[in-house]
């Protein structure tokens, strides 16, 4: 089976750093990716992850660790516009190398 | 460049109708993705398409289909309508099936059954 875990909601102040966990159990694994979508709009894309270690982009990081089923999201010097759900999600590696993704960690940035 | 283009934007119907979405990849885009998004949850995968052919189907009835045409948009049809039907669906598409192939998305389809 497939099982994705993030913690629901989370809230930090402008400025600040916030790490935004997500463990996975999956039946196949081909990389794990990050997504921002705010309120009544589409996911963007945000990180790739697929060999261990961390990829930085900016202000966002992602870690992986495939040993752990373990990744994390790093988002630094908060912005209010960082306010989003952010979302993980695995690539399987079956047939149709599908997506699947978490519930989602809904971040509201204080001022 | 437009991005992935799905229509129409909102839908209204009612309890034992049947609905088809639309969606237009990113131009050169032969992967098309089909997702179902209720409200405070992630995306729940529901077909993939590459080529025009059916590459993965997920958890879901048989009443949801799709189809994926040589120019490379796609359409999901639901049929019989169930009130618990109701949500943002939403088509991504991606470049290829290379791993490191993130999937764009289009704004959604978002679908009220009465």
């Known amino acids: 089976g497939q099982n994705i875990d993030q913690p629901t909601e989370m809230t930090a102040t402008e400025g600040a750093i916030v790490q935004i966990n997500c463990t996975y159990q999956?039946?196949?694994?081909?990389?794990l990716f990050w997504y921002q979508q705010h309120a009544g709009e589409a996911p963007t894309f945000l990180s790739y992850?697929?060999?261990?270690g961390l990829e930085e982009k900016g202000r966002f990081s992602s870690f992986l660790s495939r040993s752990k089923g373990y990744s994390y999201l790093l988002l630094k010097e908060l912005q209010m516009k960082d306010s989003a759900s952010y979302l993980c999600a695995v690539r399987d590696r079956g047939y149709g190398q599908n997506f699947v993704f978490g519930p989602g960690t809904r971040l509201s940035v204080l001022p | 460049d437009a991005g992935v283009t799905q229509s129409p934007t909102h839908l209204i119907k009612t309890r034992g109708q049947q609905v088809t979405l639309r969606c237009s990849p990113i131009s050169g885009h032969k992967s098309v993705s089909w997702y179902q998004q209720v409200l405070g949850q992630g995306p729940q995968f529901i077909f993939q398409y590459y080529e025009k052919e059916e590459r993965g189907r997920g958890n879901f009835p048989d009443r949801f289909s799709a189809r994926q045409f040589p120019n490379y948009s796609s359409e999901l049809n639901v049929n019989a309508l169930l009130l618990g039907d109701s949500a943002l669906y939403l088509c991504?598409?991606?470049?290829?099936?290379?791993?490191?192939?993130?999937?764009?998305f289009g704004d959604g389809t978002r679908l009220s059954i009465l």
């Open positions: 992850n697929v060999l261990d």
């Open positions: 991504a598409s991606s470049g290829g099936q290379a791993s490191n192939q993130p999937q764009h």
């Open positions: 999956t039946s196949g694994f081909n990389g």
